[in-house]
């Protein structure tokens, strides 16, 4: 209780002094306040001086440039060349062409002599014609093809530019665009002639280049970096920087009042405006934010609240350093504890009382963590056992202190692993869940266990792939399983008992920790040699040492006999050029299982190219089945991947035959329609029709005849013989007329045909046909 009270009393001691201290302060800061508030006041007059100083001289120019601009519109506008182009037709203009191009040839001086002038050109109302330095044309193909206005089409154009009565008419800044070239200009609009009030009968509209003014805008922008605009005397913002500015009503209001400075808060900001006005009425407006006009005073300002804050703070550290000069031991203490605690100093009432607590509540913690760790222990040794099989770990820092605490034990020197890849467990798999998968891992490693006992340790690398890492002993040692007999007593019982299918893959057995890694990377390549002796297998390394790599045998020849059988849809040879590519290969040569996996995308690719080079109706449907990456996921060894190979071929040429056939009735369909459309024509042949649907005169005949049993010429024939005889029961039509309708130059011609087919000639047929 002492202690307690004598904290308290330092704490009225500090509390006394601070605030003696912060009476001595309150002086010099009042005399400060003032004399900040009259250095602003001038900082303002001056810097509204300067900016209408500066704004005089923007006025003067912009005048002389629009007065300048006027004076040319005049001069154009009395222009007697185009005072008689208003007044007259199209086809007058036509005949006056030479006075066109005296008009374009003055506004061609015009832009080369006043480099403020982007262009000119004159709208005649009376010929819808437009007329620009460039030449003549039309509003619609000018303003849709040639030049873009601020993206508008001619229609927006002519209906805002082109309409009623314009006086000296100025538009704000907007861009124009031109080939790939894009200017911002501001707009000039006269209607013609000058003084027509009701029925303009043309336009003059000049474009004046905004860099004219930026020149000068970006001076003054350099000095107090204000934005300026011109304002006409309808309130519209003729140009701007920033382009997009908007101006509030309320500061709108107060340029109408009258010239001079204001001071106004725009989104939340002090702003400076300052304003003249011209001989045409225009506003001339620069606006500076107060931020710029005071920066060099807010930043004495800022010095001295900084020399402020710093005498506060060393009276701050006076006052507590007198206070609490005997108190640092405790308050250290505290300070450390609450970097790590998250209990608040307020829940104490004092300090003493605040380190029981924590003191309290740390030993809490670490029992706490200690139960976390010993619940996900089995997850830490699992994870430590995985990354130790496959040489993710630096096993020099390994001591046998750490083996110990993850749960290994090594009597041994020399390591082997045994990978075991889950072929088939349908009996346990109904849904194909995590939940099922986990419970057969779980009994294939209790099966381990028990075919192992001390000597090996079981690791779930993947979702149907285990590792199993084992010490290996002398050869005398009978306690120590040995390699062969774990793997085929494995295989075996996992088939007898759960009806288990594995593939397992063993390394050689390499001496050191730092050879595990290289143990399991031997089971890997061994394991994927499962591609090449099929599922269900035992693989060892040692039989694959010493092994040459193999190409695979895949001629040209054979890839094109292939491509010859699926085009034709014989699926029949095709399967068995598969099997004879399937024989050389896996059966009468051992090639790796990368060259398997090589060959089986050759054969897809094969497949692909001729599935892209038929005209199929339908190639979506084989979409699915010619992606390599998909087939080889789904099969695991290559007489697998053979059988899904030959699948996919029977199925194309199935599909092959359906088309083919298809497509014989559809073309047969167009040779007859096209012979019964045609039979009228003279020069109706074999070469025509060949010609006309893009085949020989060959593959043609050959077709019809094998598709009808008949010639294409007996059917054309047919067809003429046929339209004859119901042409012949018109008694109005002579043999020369029939001779023409069914393809024959002359009536001789046609008797000899008509004879030759039927025996007599059309006449007498004729007469054997009426009553």
Request: net charge negative; charged share 25%; hydrophobic share 40%.
């Amino acid at each position: 209780m002492g202690l307690l009270r004598k904290a308290s009393r330092r704490k009225s001691i500090f509390i006394t002094l601070l605030f003696s201290y912060l009476a001595i302060l309150l002086l010099p800061v009042t005399a400060g306040i003032y004399l900040y508030h009259q250095v602003e006041k001038i900082m303002v007059d001056h810097a509204n001086r300067t900016n209408l100083g500066l704004l005089e001289q923007i006025k003067l120019v912009a005048e002389e440039r629009f007065k300048e601009v006027d004076r040319m519109s005049v001069q154009l506008a009395f222009n007697p060349k185009l005072q008689w182009a208003l007044n007259h037709v199209e086809t007058d203009l036509i005949k006056n062409e030479f006075d066109l191009a005296e008009i374009i040839k003055d506004f061609q001086n015009v832009t080369k002599e006043r480099s403020a002038i982007y262009d000119f050109m004159v709208y005649f109302k009376n010929t819808d014609t437009l007329l620009t330095s460039s030449g003549k044309s039309d509003v619609s193909f000018y303003f849709n093809k040639i030049l873009r206005y601020n993206e508008k089409d001619a229609d927006w154009v002519e209906a805002n530019l082109f309409s009623g009565s314009r006086l000296k008419t100025y538009f704000p800044v907007t861009n124009i665009k031109e080939g790939e070239r894009v200017s911002p200009v501001i707009t000039y609009v006269q209607s013609l002639p000058i003084g027509e009030q009701t029925n303009p009968k043309g336009y003059l509209v000049a474009f004046i280049h905004e860099q004219e003014f930026d020149r000068y805008f970006q001076q003054i922008e350099k000095v107090n970096d204000s934005s300026i605009s011109i304002i006409d005397n309808n309130g519209q913002v003729i140009l701007s920087t920033p382009r997009e500015h908007a101006w509030s009503p309320d500061v709108w209001s107060l340029l109408r009042d009258k010239d001079g400075y204001h001071s106004f808060q725009e989104n939340g900001e002090a702003m400076l405006v300052s304003s003249t006005t011209g001989e045409n009425g225009w506003k001339y407006v620069s606006m500076v934010p107060m931020q710029s006009v005071l920066q060099q005073v807010n930043l004495v300002k800022a010095l001295a609240l900084m020399l402020l804050l710093l005498i506060l703070i060393a009276g701050l550290i006076a006052s507590y350093t007198l206070a609490y000069r005997n108190y640092s031991p405790i308050r250290e203490v505290v300070r450390i504890i609450m970097q790590e605690n998250t209990q608040k100093r307020a829940d104490a009432e004092n300090e003493y009382e605040y380190i029981q607590h924590s003191i309290v509540r740390s030993l809490g913690e670490k029992n706490q963590m200690r139960q976390t760790l010993m619940q996900h222990l089995p997850v830490i040794h699992a994870n430590f056992l995985s990354r130790l099989i496959k040489g993710h770990m630096d096993v020099t820092a390994l001591t046998e202190e750490t083996l110990t605490f993850m749960g290994l034990r090594f009597e041994y020197d020399a390591f082997g692993v045994f990978l075991l890849e889950i072929e088939d467990c349908r009996d346990f798999i109904q849904k194909d869940t995590e939940r099922e998968w986990a419970d057969v891992r779980v009994l294939l490693t209790n099966l381990c266990r028990d075919l192992l006992g001390k000597h090996g340790y079981i690791a779930e690398l993947d979702r149907t792939r285990l590792a199993v890492l084992v010490d290996v002993g002398p050869a005398a040692d009978p306690g120590h399983p040995n390699g062969t007999g774990f793997a085929e007593q494995l295989q075996e019982a996992a088939y007898q008992r759960y009806n288990l299918k594995l593939s397992i893959a063993i390394s050689q057995v390499h001496r050191g920790l730092e050879e595990i890694g290289r143990c399991y990377r031997e089971a890997l390549i061994a394991l994927d040699y499962r591609m090449i002796q099929g599922s269900h297998a035992v693989i060892y390394h040692r039989d694959l040492t010493g092994l040459e790599p193999h190409a695979y045998y895949y001629p040209l020849e054979d890839e094109v006999q292939l491509m010859n059988f699926l085009r034709s849809g014989d699926d029949a040879s095709a399967v068995r050029l598969l099997d004879h590519i399937y024989e050389a290969n896996f059966q009468s040569h051992a090639i790796s299982p990368e060259m398997g996996k090589f060959l089986l995308i050759d054969l897809l690719s094969t497949i692909v190219k001729v599935v892209n080079g038929m005209q199929l109706t339908d190639q979506k449907r084989f979409g699915s089945f010619l992606d390599p990456v998909k087939v080889m996921a789904e099969c695991a060894t290559a007489e697998e991947m053979i059988q899904k190979t030959k699948q996919i071929s029977r199925q194309i040429c199935t599909f092959v035959r359906e088309e083919r056939t298809e497509h014989g009735d559809r073309f047969y369909g167009k040779i007859c329609g096209y012979i019964d459309e045609h039979y009228a024509d003279n020069g109706l042949s074999l070469a025509s029709m060949a010609e006309h649907f893009d085949v020989s005169l060959q593959y043609l005949s050959t077709f019809f005849k094998k598709h009808s049993g008949e010639n294409i010429t007996d059917y054309i024939a047919a067809v003429r013989i046929r339209e004859a005889k119901r042409m012949l029961a018109n008694p109005a039509l002579t043999m020369g007329d029939i001779a023409l309708k069914i393809g024959y130059a002359n009536a001789v011609s046609f008797v000899r045909f008509f004879k030759k087919v039927e025996g007599v000639p059309p006449g007498k047929y004729r007469d054997m046909q009426e009553p």
